[in-house]
């Protein structure tokens, strides 16, 4: 079996952007899009490996949601390896995403995961690619997750990528004294029409146990727990390098994590949050 090029196939759809650009929000940022893709390659290529070593065979046959797909790099990059691929953002994003999706034949729908069920039967999705979007939520994740396992199938996947909130840049800001979190300024970034941040506050990073924690009350066993780093892709001398190595030797001090977990139960939580947001 041909191993499969991951990287070209991302960087072939970062690439559509550039020649294609979005332009989100109508603030004319096209050029700082194609920066962003690029900036998350490593990730969207390590998504990209990891939802395609779940399945090596039959991938016409895979129905995959990509929550928060944004600009498409995952979504796009797994339809053209075969697979079934619906994707999701919020809606003051659907206007400028749709046409993007539509060429790709992605059904798309903009939804606000606060006040929504996900529009998918229950038991119909065989993964759920949910990456870089729990910890940009300002309300409880629960009901979110709840959803999840109601729309896969018994033994499908969820698969979460976010950052990772014991890394060594957060503990060295603490032991500062210094904030964790988005400074004040970015408040009123999110809230500038000028800007492209309207998601783009951190309200609640995770720690590795406490992701597992969340997804195993709600009905999944975890498979695959890692923490992660993208390549350093811009040159820096050998002392940088090297201390880089040693710190992150230490796999709780890398920036991101990933969880995998397969659905074994039903999540039966009587949140008394889901009929309001129904």
Not at 30 to 36: D, L, R
Not at 116 to 128: F, H, I
Not at 247 to 261: K, T
Request: proline share 4%; glycine share 6%.
């Amino acid at each position: 079996m041909r191993e499969v090029d991951y990287e070209r196939i991302v960087q072939e759809a970062i690439e559509e952007n550039r020649v294609s650009p979005v332009n989100m929000l109508g603030i004319g940022d096209a050029a700082g899009e194609y920066v962003y893709l690029n900036s998350h390659k490593d990730s969207y290529i390590r998504t990209v490996r990891d939802i395609d070593n779940l399945y090596k065979s039959e991938k016409s046959s895979r129905n995959i949601l990509e929550i928060g797909s944004f600009l498409g790099v995952v979504s796009i990059s797994l339809k053209r390896m075969g697979y079934k691929v619906s994707s999701m953002d919020i809606p003051e994003f659907y206007s400028q995403l749709g046409p993007l999706y539509e060429k790709n034949e992605i059904p798309f729908h903009g939804l606000n995961l606060r006040h929504s069920k996900l529009p998918y039967e229950s038991n119909s999705l065989d993964v759920v690619i949910i990456c870089e979007v729990i910890e940009h939520l300002n309300f409880n994740p629960l009901p979110v997750l709840k959803e999840i396992n109601r729309v896969l199938k018994n033994d499908g996947y969820i698969y979460i990528g976010m950052p990772n909130q014991s890394n060594i840049v957060n503990r060295i800001k603490l032991l500062l004294g210094k904030s964790i979190h988005n400074p004040i300024d970015d408040f009123f970034r999110q809230l500038d029409r000028n800007e492209n941040m309207i998601v783009g506050l951190h309200w609640r990073e995770y720690t590795l146990a406490e992701a597992v924690q969340m997804i195993e009350k709600m009905g999944f066993e975890t498979i695959t727990k890692y923490y992660c780093m993208e390549k350093d892709r811009l040159r820096s001398n050998i002392l940088k390098t090297l201390l880089k190595k040693i710190v992150f030797s230490y796999q709780p001090f890398r920036p991101n994590q990933v969880v995998i977990g397969k659905k074994v139960m039903c999540a039966d939580c009587d949140f008394w949050l889901t009929d309001a947001n129904s």
